[in-house]
């Protein structure tokens, strides 16, 4: 009954973390506490404020990279290869999720909010290397990040992604409303739903979800 509705869908649009990987390998625990490390040097504070600064920005920006940039003129590239300098030697390779991709009809490209050279580290840390068309970071977007309709813009602009004709996979659900009201299937990927009218679809098994839509 699923796969009726992504009959006309001709552009895959993936998240990265906690997307193409389970939420289990807790790779943002690594990433955060890098995060917490930079905000501490870059603003003179102490670890209980750099970790109240970097949830407030998530929160109020999108990222906390767009709070620092916004608010203090931080420099992007550094911040990106510090937090993104991290452990991914536990994450194990998908064949059969990298299978299930390459059979969807049409093209196939990552959209995350970190940058792309720590997607490609990611992918092939996932054996998922090969699977995508391309794999966009948030430096495609100028910086702009996700929920942010105009971030998504840039991209799908970019690779020639048509968003009636298009499906996006995302585990912040905050991040699927702009795509929605650009007229894509929404899925949500997480161990929880959360009902909202901008999701489409739910799902806790991301490998299992494309396996009912590629028979």
Same mark, same amino acid.
């Given at each position: 009954?699923?796969?009726?509705?992504?009959? %006309?869908?001709?552009?895959?649009?993936?998240?990265?973390?906690?997307?193409?990987?389970?939420?289990?390998?807790?790779?943002?625990?690594?990433?955060?506490?890098?995060?917490?490390?930079?905000?501490?040097?870059?603003?003179?504070?102490? %670890?209980?404020?750099?970790?109240?600064?970097?949830?407030?920005?998530?929160?109020?920006?999108?990222?906390?990279?767009?709070?620092?940039? %916004?608010?203090?003129?931080?420099?992007?590239?550094?911040?990106?290869?510090?937090?993104?300098?991290?452990?991914?030697?536990?994450? %194990?390779?998908?064949?059969?999720?990298?299978?299930?991709?390459?059979?969807?009809?049409?093209?196939?490209?990552?959209?995350?909010?970190?940058?792309?050279?720590?997607?490609?580290?990611?992918?092939?840390?996932?054996?998922?290397?090969?699977?995508?068309?391309?794999?966009?970071?948030?430096?495609?977007?100028?910086?702009?990040?996700?929920?942010?309709?105009?971030?998504?813009?840039?991209?799908?602009?970019?690779?020639?992604?048509?968003?009636?004709?298009?499906?996006?996979?995302?585990?912040?659900?905050?991040?699927?409303?702009?795509?929605?009201?650009?007229?894509?299937?929404?899925?949500?990927?997480?161990?929880?739903?959360?009902?909202?009218?901008?999701?489409?679809?739910?799902?806790?098994?991301?490998?299992?979800?494309?396996?009912?839509?590629?028979?």
């Amino acid at each position: 009954m699923v796969a009726r509705h992504f009959t %006309q869908t001709r552009g895959w649009v993936f998240d990265l973390d906690n997307t193409l990987y389970p939420p289990e390998a807790r790779l943002f625990d690594q990433i955060e506490r890098r995060m917490t490390a930079y905000v501490m040097e870059a603003l003179r504070v102490d %670890q209980g404020e750099a970790n109240r600064l970097r949830k407030f920005y998530w929160a109020e920006y999108g990222t906390t990279l767009s709070g620092l940039m %916004q608010l203090h003129g931080v420099d992007p590239a550094p911040y990106l290869t510090h937090v993104h300098e991290i452990d991914l030697s536990h994450l %194990q390779p998908d064949p059969d999720l990298k299978a299930r991709i390459m059979a969807l009809p049409g093209r196939r490209i990552v959209y995350t909010n970190g940058s792309a050279p720590y997607a490609e580290r990611v992918l092939a840390a996932r054996g998922l290397s090969g699977a995508f068309d391309a794999v966009y970071g948030v430096e495609h977007a100028g910086f702009r990040p996700k929920p942010e309709r105009a971030a998504f813009e840039t991209v799908f602009a970019a690779d020639g992604i048509v968003p009636a004709g298009a499906a996006m996979f995302e585990d912040d659900a905050r991040n699927l409303a702009a795509p929605h009201a650009m007229g894509m299937r929404t899925i949500h990927v997480a161990p929880r739903p959360e009902p909202a009218g901008h999701i489409h679809h739910h799902t806790d098994d991301l490998s299992g979800f494309l396996a009912r839509l590629t028979g």
